[in-house]
């Protein structure tokens, strides 16, 4: 399961783990990627998700550069805003054929 956060992170679910990713983009051919290809990198590993989050969250009020207590709540709220749109559970109820035809 990937839980996409912004363009450049995501966090991801392993068999063992769950690794917060960057986006990278790669700068020659290699291998693995031709040049200008997309590709993610794992760069920290939490084993919960409440860790991952946990860290997310912290990374996002580091690279906000507030420096007053107006840019600091601003930043809290726009970092929980965004958080709680990614963990928001979505619910599609959708009624089966055989009930909707009364069968």
């Not at 051919?29 to 997309?38: A, L, Q, S, Y």
């Not at 550069?65 to 601003?74: F, N, S, V």
Request: hydrophobic share 35%; glycine share 4%.
């Amino acid at each position: 399961m990937i839980l996409p956060i912004n363009e450049d992170r995501r966090i991801e679910f392993t068999k063992h783990e769950v690794q917060l990713q960057k986006r990278q983009i790669a700068q020659t051919d290699t291998k693995k990627f031709k040049k200008g290809e997309e590709f993610w990198v794992a760069y920290k590993f939490c084993s919960t998700i409440g860790g991952a989050i946990k860290c997310m969250e912290h990374e996002m009020y580091a690279d906000s550069g507030a420096e007053t207590l107006e840019e600091c709540i601003q930043t809290v709220a726009e970092v929980l805003d965004t958080l709680s749109a990614v963990l928001k559970p979505e619910y599609t109820i959708t009624a089966s054929s055989e009930a909707a035809h009364g069968v």
